[in-house]
């Protein structure tokens, strides 16, 4: 069987190190694969299937044995068109934020398990409320609707906030010492409260130790792929590349591969196949789980062609099982 595999991504605001090239380059050469297709999200031609959700056809790009980052995005260029009808799968490299009601509709138009990772899957473990389904692998948590939630929770111990759709450490809050921090900015916490109409909320323990790291381990078909520390920038609490932390390559501890093994099961059955789960130390030297992505996730290429070949075969184990 060959299969024709098509991309859904978005390189706006891709640099050298994103995942899509190496991945997309490395699924296009394997013998199972006949043809990978690009269709970008940047493109105007392709708003009415992206933004409007009316149309089914895609200007697309091919992905040759060169396919490689560029500025100028020229390797996106579309060179023809083509229906969804026309693949065997679709690999979801979308980032946030996506259009009101796209994922869903994407389940409805093409075979969700032919989706990787499935529109309904992605749905249901995107909000960080997820993780209160599996609360045995996490911090203590709690789900803050109220300004008395709030207050309740926080009177146990510091506290982070994370709004439950938010991404890349946007929005998240830490409570210490009854002041309300955003990044390096502080207010007390007396007057943030005042000013809060509504909350909704995934509030976490604030783990003590994020001097230690926050690692990445990324997972496909139930394999761990890589892991990374990655550490906060001077003077910060948020260990997050994108706010100016930096990263170094590091492994799975035995209980980061148990909670794995755990995980998985769940996360298969929502048809959840590629997938990176974040952790931090806890006090007692064990690690925690504090953050699950699902959508789009990164940090494949940069630890080398193992990783990727990794990547790619779960993917046709998949592939060749449907």
Known sequence: MSYKILILTDPSRHTATNSL???ARTLSQHSKVAAVHLASRALTQNAPFFYQMSSQQLQLAEVKA????????????????????????IFLRLPRPLADG??????????????INRPSGILQTSSKAFLLEIAEHCP???RIRSLAELEAFKARFPIVLKPLLNYGGQGVLRILDDYVWEGNNKQPYAEWASQQKELDYLGMEYMQRVAEGDKRIVVCNGKII???LRFPAKDSWMCNVAQGGHAEA???????????????????EKGILLYGLDTLMGAD????LSELNTLSIGGIAPAGAAA???TIEGLIHYFDSI
């Open 308 to 310: 990727l070949n990794d």
């Open 285 to 288: 030297g064990q690690r925690l």
């Open 226 to 228: 890589t892991a990374a």
């Open 21 to 23: 090239y190496g991945l």
């Open 66 to 89: 060169d396919f490689a980052f560029r500025e100028d995005q020229s390797c996106f260029a579309p060179s023809f068109s083509g229906q969804l009808s026309d693949y065997d799968f």
């Open 102 to 115: 796209f994922l869903e509709w994407l389940g409805q138009v093409f075979p969700e398990e032919r989706i």
């Open 140 to 142: 203590p948590m709690a």
């Open 250 to 268: 590091s492994q799975a501890s035995p209980e980061e591969k148990a909670m794995v093994a755990a995980l998985h099961p769940i996360l298969q």
